[in-house]
């Protein structure tokens, strides 16, 4: 069982908008910067958004970031085929002392 | 540009240990720290754990500790993890990752796959 929540699954079709949301507590997300990362295939994971909103050079704005207390959302517009992958929501857990993640949400794109 | 190179797959038997290698380019070694992540089989991310470019101390998740010693060799920009007593539930893709903070790690290895079986 995972520390942070995520669906297993969203879709929507190419073109459309998506959110990816993420849920945790005051000793993780409402206390800490959120990452999300995307794992396409076969690869290792990639790092799209960190520090809750902030994107690495190379990443389109097509990709967001938010938080909120202890939830975080992940918002991809402007769907393609090629953002099929699983992405995962990561963060540090200060009672734990350990970073931890989400289960992952797998992103179909119809 | 930056990389993380990892070593190869292995395949061991319940008991023995593992040593992976992330040989690291492209960054001042020592001003960043590495992070171990694994994924097993259809799983999720899980952090084995964490060891300074700077001094070498170390962070081990609760799960690992007394299995697990990560080191790094300066000298070569590289960074160690020996995981011991191995468990058929240990078998997953290990990634080596820097850490750009402690929220996050921005630049991954290539993974390198350790397979536990008899």
């Known amino acids: 069982q995972s520390v942070l929540t995520q669906p297993p699954s969203v879709s929507a079709a190419p073109g459309q908008k998506v959110t990816i949301s993420c849920s945790g507590s005051?000793?993780?997300?409402?206390?800490?910067?959120v990452a999300w990362y995307q794992q396409l295939p076969g690869t290792a994971p990639k790092l799209l958004i960190y520090?809750?909103?902030k994107r690495p050079s190379g990443i389109p704005d097509r990709f967001s970031g938010s938080k909120s207390g202890t939830s975080a959302t992940l918002g991809i517009t402007g769907l393609q085929t090629g953002d099929e992958a699983d992405y995962y929501c990561?963060?540090?857990?200060?009672?734990?002392?350990?970073?931890?993640f989400g289960g992952g949400t797998q992103l179909t794109v119809l | 540009q930056i990389q993380l190179v990892q070593s190869g797959a292995e395949v061991k038997k319940p008991g023995a240990s593992v040593k992976v290698s992330c040989k690291t380019y492209?960054?001042?070694?020592?001003?960043?720290?590495t992070s171990w992540v694994r994924q097993a089989p259809g799983q999720g991310l899980e952090w084995v754990g964490w060891?300074?470019?700077?001094?070498?101390?170390?962070n081990y998740a609760q799960k690992f500790l007394g299995r697990v010693s990560m080191t790094i060799d300066t000298s070569t920009s590289t960074v160690y993890m020996e995981l011991r007593s191995l468990r058929s539930d240990d078998t997953a893709i290990y990634y080596c990752?820097?850490?750009?903070?402690?929220?996050?790690?921005?630049?991954w290895g290539q993974g390198t796959l350790v397979t536990v079986s008899s």
């Open positions: 060891i300074s470019g700077y001094n070498a101390n170390t």
């Open positions: 990561g963060t540090w857990d200060s009672s734990l002392n350990a970073a931890v």
């Open positions: 492209g960054y001042t070694f020592t001003s960043y720290g």
């Open positions: 005051s000793s993780n997300i409402g206390n800490n910067f």
């Open positions: 990752a820097r850490d750009g903070g402690s929220s996050f790690r921005d630049n």
């Open positions: 520090d809750n909103n």
